[in-house]
Nanobody, 122 residues
């Protein structure tokens, strides 16, 4: 069992930036950490993922170079830097842990955080 807590969301103006964090309760069981987002009326969408051991990132093609994922192995935390935010980015951002593998499919992930709200105003 891995508990995840997201933080760092908030209300920002278009063009602004945020750094979202995902803190895990334990290292054991983490193969990769993924970030997803879900806007009202839309399905959950993959944003980025990172392999815990190697630090190798994976990004959605639609991220447009505005997202950077990282991990801190000491703090057992993944960060998602989101830049040049647009109103269309407004969503609840979730992080998740895959115990085996991990990609852009929701079904690859075993544990999920409660989400952190990102709201971008124009």
């Amino acid at each position: 069992q891995v508990q995840l807590v997201e933080s760092g969301g908030g209300l920002v103006q278009a063009g602004g930036s945020l750094r979202l964090s995902c803190a895990a309760s334990r290292r054991a069981g983490i193969y990769s950490i993924g970030w997803f987002r879900q806007a009202p009326g839309k399905e959950r969408e993959f944003v980025a993922a990172i392999n815990w051991g190697s630090g190798r990132p994976m990004y959605a093609a639609t991220s447009e170079g505005r997202f950077t994922i990282s991990r801190d192995k000491v703090k057992i935390t993944s960060n998602l830097q989101v830049n040049t935010l647009k109103p269309e980015d407004s969503a609840i951002f979730y992080c998740a842990v895959a115990t085996h593998g991990g990609s852009y499919f929701q079904s690859d992930y075993d544990y999920w955080g409660q989400g952190t709200q990102v709201t971008v105003s124009s």
